[in-house]
Nanobody, 122 residues
Framework: QVQLVQSGGGLVQAGDSLNLSCAAS????????MGWFRQAPGKEREFVAA????????YYGDSVKGRFTISRDNAKNTVALQMNSLKPEDTAMYYC???????????????WGQGTQVTVSS
C-alpha cells in the first residue's frame, strides 16, 4: 500500500555531513509516524530517530543525539535525516520506515524503504 523511496547517502569523510530523504506514496503520509534505522554488517538493525505524524514529537537513539536531526514535510510527503559530525561508526545501510506510532524497534514499522548506504571514512 505504502511505498517509500530513499535518496541521499554516499561516501564522506569523518566530520562531514549528509542528508537522507525518504519520499512516500500510496497512502496518507500524515497518518504515519516515521523512523530511521541503520544496520552495519554483523550487527542488528539499530534505531536512529523517529518523528510523529504531525512532526510535533521526535526521539533519537543515544548514539546520534546532538548530531542527527529528523524532520518531515507533510505537504511533500517526505521525511529527512540530517546527519552532522559523522563518525566512522555511523557507517551502515540506512532505512526509513512508516508505522503507527513513534517506536524504537523494527517490528513496530509496517513499511520500509529500500535502504541507502552511508560510508564514513576516517
Amino acid at each position: 500500500q505504502v511505498q517509500l523511496v530513499q535518496s541521499g547517502g554516499g561516501l564522506v569523510q569523518a566530520g562531514d555531513s549528509l542528508n537522507l530523504s525518504c519520499a512516500a506514496s500510496g497512502g496518507t503520509f500524515s497518518v504515519y509516524s516515521m523512523g530511521w534505522f541503520r544496520q552495519a554488517p554483523g550487527k542488528e538493525r539499530e534505531f536512529v530517530a523517529a518523528i510523529s505524524g504531525s512532526g510535533g514529537f521526535t526521539y533519537y537513539g543515544d548514539s546520534v543525539k546532538g548530531r542527527f536531526t529528523i524532520s518531515r514535510d507533510n505537504a511533500k510527503n517526505t521525511v529527512a535525516l540530517q546527519m552532522n559530525s559523522l563518525k566512522p561508526e555511523d557507517t551502515a545501510m540506512y532505512y526509513c520506515a512508516a508505522g503507527q506510532a513513534v517506536r524504537t524497534t523494527p517490528p513496530e514499522y509496517k513499511y520500509w524503504g529500500q535502504g541507502t548506504q552511508v560510508t564514513v571514512s576516517s
